[in-house]
Every structure is written in structure tokens, then in C-alpha cells.
């Protein structure tokens, strides 16, 4: 069931679903296959994304924001905030849009979601599009450990004895997200955007209280042994100094039947901002490919 709110771009509606209204937007014309872009997070809509809008001169591109974030329905059930309800929710918004065939593409924890989704063969899925991905938490934390022993020592303290309020710990954990999250030298009005519409406690409650500390239900969450049975094409994409680290895009790579891995080498978590020309012709090319 769809209700139309506006025509600010080719079609914007909200889509009922089982745990409420879910507000999403197409843009582009009918030339090639869709995409539908999967945002990151948990939590945050779907704004910061904007760049990819640049793919919508080649095909339709759908951007949702996940339920509780954004313009979607809010939520405060925590039983809802685990990786199942939104599993269940993208099932339901590619039966609203009734699209024969379709592409998905998954940012960070994004990516997790498209391929626990993929896991159940759904109809019309023709290719997969993995983006500075998340795929299982002991990986990410093991990674994150990693990172955090190139700060300075006093950094590495203050993030190892964990006190969240204290300046040193702030101070450490701005570091690392100036070089693992965002290189960018000016923050984007789209990030700002996105921070409006941004669900903390979706995020903790899912994740935890920063990228490195994963303390929520997405705790175990764990797709590795079941990557081999994803037999759509997959393209890994990935910043060289990314806290979703090359080496394990690479890593990834050997679990998937049919995949591919492309490094960008002068960014972090958002390639799509930093070296966005590059990222949009190598994910045309490959959904063209797959088409």
C-alpha cells in the first residue's frame, strides 16, 4: 500500500509495511535495471548517500530510510531493533514495488542486510553491490582493534580503558574517525541532513556507543558461512584507509562464488564522496555488466 506525499522527484511515497510507514523515493528514468540503495548505520536515513544520485542518469534509483530513522515511522520497541526486523522490511518494500528485476546495493551495515536478505533467493535480484561493508562483528571489531593500535599511544589508552565521557577518550575517538570514517576535508550539507534524521538510540541499541564498540544486538551477527550461497554477481567496494578494512573486502571475496573487489585508494568509509566520479563509473559499469 502506497501513499503519495509529494512530487519533488520522479515518485516519493510511503510504503506500509508490518512495523509501520516506510518513506522512500525514485529517481532516474526507465533505461536499464533498478537499483535500489540500502543504507547504512542502523540509524541513519539514507541522506548521506547523495552522491549515488549520479547513477540515476543511467537507470531508476531507489533510496529508502529503514524504519525508526529519517522520515520513516519512528520505533522505541527495542524487540523491533535487531537485524530480522529490517531483513523482513526489505522483503516488503521489493514486493510494494513490484519491480521485475533489480539490483541492490548495501552501505556498511547496509551490506550485511542486502546479503542476509539475498540469502533467501528473492525474485528479480540480478546483482549485489557491497560498499564499505559489514558483514559479521567479530571481523569489525577484530579490524578496529587493529586500527586503533596505529593511534597514538595515548589514544590507544584512553580508547582502551573506555571511559566514553572523559576528554582523552573523545579526543581518541575523533582520531580515528578523521582517519578510518571520514577523510573528508568539508563535511557535507547531506551529513548534516542525515544527523537530523539520525535514530541514537536504533544505533546503540543495534551497535553500541561508537563504531568500535559493538555492544548491541548485532553483537553475533555473523554471515560468513553462509556467504557461498550468494551466487549473484558481488562487487566489494572499499576505501584504502577504511575502518571496513581492505583486507577484508579481500577476504570476502574468496567466500563469494561470483564477487569482485575495487579499491579506492584516497578514501575511507565514503568513496562516494571522496573519489565520487571513480565510484559511479565502476558501479555502472558493473551493474551495465550485470544487467
Same mark, same amino acid.
Given at each position: 500500500?502506497?501513499?503519495?506525499?509529494t512530487?519533488?522527484?520522479?515518485?516519493?511515497?510511503?510504503?506500509?509495511?508490518?512495523?509501520?510507514?516506510?518513506?522512500?523515493?525514485?529517481?532516474?528514468?526507465?533505461?536499464?535495471?533498478?537499483?535500489?540503495?540500502?543504507?547504512?548505520g542502523?540509524?541513519?536515513?539514507?541522506?548521506?548517500?547523495?552522491p549515488?544520485?549520479?547513477?540515476?542518469?543511467?537507470?531508476?534509483?531507489?533510496?529508502?530510510?529503514?524504519i525508526?530513522?529519517?522520515? $520513516?515511522?519512528? *520505533?522505541?520497541?527495542?524487540?523491533?531493533?535487531? %537485524?530480522?526486523?529490517? #531483513? &523482513?522490511? !526489505?522483503? /516488503?518494500?521489493?514486493?510494494?514495488?513490484?519491480?521485475?528485476?533489480f539490483?541492490?546495493?548495501?552501505?556498511?551495515?547496509?551490506?550485511?542486510?542486502?546479503?542476509?536478505?539475498?540469502?533467501?533467493?528473492?525474485?528479480?535480484?540480478?546483482?549485489?553491490?557491497?560498499?564499505? $561493508?559489514?558483514? *559479521?562483528?567479530?571481523?569489525?571489531?577484530?579490524? %578496529?582493534?587493529?586500527? #586503533? &593500535?596505529? !593511534?597514538? /599511544?595515548?589514544?590507544?589508552?584512553?580508547?582502551?580503558?573506555?571511559?566514553?565521557?572523559?576528554?582523552?577518550?573523545?579526543?581518541?575517538?575523533?582520531?580515528?574517525?578523521?582517519?578510518y570514517?571520514?577523510?573528508?576535508?568539508?563535511?557535507?550539507?547531506?551529513?548534516?541532513?542525515?544527523?537530523?534524521?539520525?535514530?541514537?538510540?536504533?544505533?546503540?541499541?543495534?551497535?553500541?556507543? &561508537?563504531?568500535?564498540?559493538?555492544?548491541?544486538?548485532?553483537?553475533?551477527?555473523?554471515?560468513?558461512?553462509?556467504?557461498?550461497?550468494?551466487?549473484?554477481?558481488?562487487?566489494?567496494?572499499?576505501?584504502?584507509?577504511?575502518?571496513a578494512?581492505?583486507?577484508?573486502?579481500?577476504?570476502?571475496?574468496?567466500?563469494?562464488?561470483?564477487?569482485?573487489?575495487?579499491?579506492?585508494?584516497?578514501?575511507?568509509?565514503?568513496?562516494?564522496?571522496?573519489?565520487?566520479?571513480?565510484?559511479?563509473?565502476?558501479?555502472?559499469?558493473?551493474?551495465?555488466?550485470?544487467?
Open positions: 500500500m502506497e501513499k503519495s506525499i512530487n519533488r522527484v520522479n515518485k516519493e511515497t510511503l510504503i506500509r509495511t508490518t512495523n509501520g510507514d516506510v518513506w522512500h523515493k525514485i529517481i532516474g528514468e526507465d533505461k536499464r535495471i533498478p537499483l535500489i540503495v540500502v543504507h547504512g542502523p540509524g541513519c536515513p539514507h541522506d548521506y548517500l547523495e549515488l544520485e549520479d547513477l540515476s542518469k543511467y537507470r531508476k534509483i531507489i533510496f529508502y530510510d529503514q525508526g530513522c529519517g522520515l $520513516s515511522s519512528k *520505533i522505541d520497541n527495542p524487540d523491533l531493533m535487531v %537485524a530480522d526486523t529490517f #531483513i &523482513k522490511e !526489505l522483503g /516488503e518494500i521489493t514486493e510494494s514495488l513490484k519491480l521485475d528485476r539490483h541492490l546495493l548495501g552501505h556498511s551495515w547496509g551490506s550485511g542486510l542486502v546479503c542476509a536478505f539475498a540469502l533467501d533467493k528473492p525474485k528479480g535480484l540480478q546483482s549485489i553491490i557491497l560498499s564499505d $561493508s559489514y558483514l *559479521i562483528t567479530p571481523v569489525w571489531e577484530k579490524d %578496529a582493534k587493529r586500527l #586503533i &593500535k596505529t !593511534l597514538p /599511544e595515548p589514544m590507544q589508552r584512553a580508547l582502551g580503558i573506555g571511559n566514553l565521557n572523559s576528554d582523552e577518550f573523545k579526543n581518541a575517538s575523533t582520531e580515528y574517525y578523521k582517519r570514517v571520514s577523510r573528508l576535508k568539508e563535511r557535507p550539507e547531506a551529513f548534516d541532513k542525515m544527523m537530523r534524521g539520525f535514530s541514537e538510540v536504533i544505533y546503540t541499541t543495534m551497535w553500541g556507543p &561508537k563504531e568500535f564498540l559493538a555492544t548491541g544486538t548485532l553483537k553475533s551477527f555473523d554471515l560468513v558461512r553462509r556467504l557461498h550461497e550468494i551466487d549473484y554477481p558481488v562487487l566489494l567496494a572499499t576505501g584504502r584507509f577504511d575502518e578494512t581492505p583486507e577484508s573486502a579481500e577476504y570476502f571475496q574468496t567466500l563469494f562464488p561470483n564477487s569482485e573487489v575495487v579499491i579506492f585508494e584516497d578514501s575511507a568509509h565514503y568513496p562516494f564522496w571522496s573519489e565520487r566520479n571513480q565510484f559511479i563509473q565502476n558501479v555502472e559499469a558493473f551493474l551495465e555488466q550485470a544487467d
